[in-house]
């Protein structure tokens, strides 16, 4: 298996700033897209963290990506929106998506808005914690329109995509609480990852052509293709089914079937549910009853005295603290960012370093 690398986080951060200044992203767009990135890799998801580059960029190339869109607002009632977001970068559009939506969460105290047509937004997570840092709490169901990876239950053919869960509750008088999980068994980035590694992907989590159970992470890039299987049987199926429906057909936007596909992109539609917890008039009594019962939670024995239990968010949070200098990366997932540096010179004429070169010899 392949050891990881530790990159310099800053340096890392300032190499993806030049590289998609470099691809025509303006100012904003640049920080959005390099920060999301990397905050990803501080969270401990580096499923959709900056191993996410090459595929954005071979999308670029192939044109479904769109650089600097404005979102567009379809539908708009006041307390319920549609927005359209144009093929643009997923980091931008999501980021324009939420800022309309607490916006209007602070107007109205809550809104449901749908997000359709924006390439990859990444980690959902992070838009969740947009809220919370604006005091509101939020329920996001998300779908993936790209090569359907996920078989149905008591299927053995991919046919969903890994559609996360998401929720985002801000609590005064200690830290948030953060769910945000795919439908999936995991993350297929997970899988990719474990790729990149040469190793095995964890057990339980895959099926081969065939349908039997495997840890080889290959079944998911390499002919005979196998498939994800759901998280927690016929339940992550149900839910994942849900994600597309009404995280994406009830308001106008697409589901992974095969000619709703724009290979090589990785689009995302969103439903997000934002809301002003105040508004509910029982501030105290949350706060009191939130602390008492995760106290209680966290009380119960362990199964391993040297583990703590955690809440939903904990583990990012632990992430973060380890990564703050330098943020792991296999060696596979190095040689994708060297190509993608390799292919926007190409594209654009300049010189861009390859990551690599942030390695400390």
Known sequence: MNADIQLPTEQTRQWLYTLWRTAGSNEQEVRL?????????LAGHDSHG?????PYVRSLQAKELQLNQILTVVT??????????NRGIGQSMAYQTMNLAIERARQNGVVIVGLKNTHHIGRVGHWAEMAIAANLASIHFTNVVS???????????GRLGTNPLTVGLPRRDGPPILLDFASSAVAVGKIRVAYNKKGPAPAGTL???????TTNPAVMYEEPMGALLTAAGHKGYALSLVCDLLGSALFGGTTAQPSRLRPP?????????????????AGEHFEQESKAFIDYVQSAKRTDANAPI??????????????AQAMPVDTGTLQTMDD????????????????????KR
């Open 340 to 359: 993608a540096a390799k292919m926007i010179n190409a594209m654009c004429g300049a010189a861009l370093p390859p990551a690599s070169s942030l390695i």
């Open 76 to 85: 708009d009632t006041g307390s319920l929106l549609v927005v359209d977001g």
């Open 207 to 213: 099926i081969d052509h065939e349908g039997n159970a």
């Open 147 to 157: 090569r359907p990876i996920v078989a149905p239950h008591g299927g053995r053919q």
């Open 33 to 41: 897209t390099a920060d999301h990135l990397v905050g990803a890799n």
């Open 310 to 323: 955690e809440i939903p968010g904990d583990a990012e949070r632990r992430y973060r603290r380890e990564r």
């Open 265 to 281: 992109a990785t689009y995302n539609n969103m439903l997000a549910i934002v809301f002003d917890p105040a508004r509910f008039g």
């Open 50 to 54: 900056v191993g996410m580059v090459l």
